[in-house]
């Protein structure tokens, strides 16, 4: 039964891959005109899928038989991936996970950087930078990325104006305060640097 629940898990974590990279495809092209296109082309592909699959039963098993063998290889791809991420442990030293602290805190240096001398900055922005340093997953939405903050107590509003353009962001009046860190401990003076 473990082979079975595995498996299970597996297509579940694919179909999730599958539908990551179906619904990221349109955004993808930075055009606007190019982004019309691909959504029209998915809804289209969407619609004679669901028309064939009503008209001829037979197509619906057999893409369904499909959809579970590619996701069965997209979930396995993933398993072996997170698998070489986390390295057989052999001589590696393991740095332990930030805290809800050390989250927070970064979460608003970024923010305060990425503000400058304005009031606030849009969520996206704070969001593409997280993306590019490496600290979310690309699989990761805005919408996610935007409870992930709430959830270290960053208040996100639904619109702030920032350069002229309104979207959800973060006004710097409305961060919370971030303790300060501890001098580092050890031999070292406070006040040397490292």
Known sequence: MKWLRRAAARIYDGSIQIGWRVGRWPWQDPHKGEQ????????????????????????????LVAWAVAAFRAGEAEEEAA?????DGAG???????TRADLLADLVDTITQLAGTG??????????????RGLIRDERTLSQFRRFAEDLGVPVRDSLK??????????????????ATPPPTGDRHPFQGR
């Open 92 to 98: 590696e030293q393991l740095v332990p996970a930030p």
């Open 119 to 132: 009031r606030g900055v849009h969520l996206s922005l704070v969001y593409r930078n997280w993306l590019d």
């Open 36 to 63: 019309a296109v691909r959504t029209v082309l998915l809804a289209a592909a969407v619609a004679v899928l669901w028309w064939v699959g009503q008209a001829v039963p037979r197509v619906a098993g057999i893409a």
């Open 83 to 87: 698998g070489e991420e986390a390295g």
């Open 162 to 179: 920032v350069a002229g353009k309104v979207g959800i962001g973060v006004r710097l009046d409305d961060l919370p305060d971030v303790p």
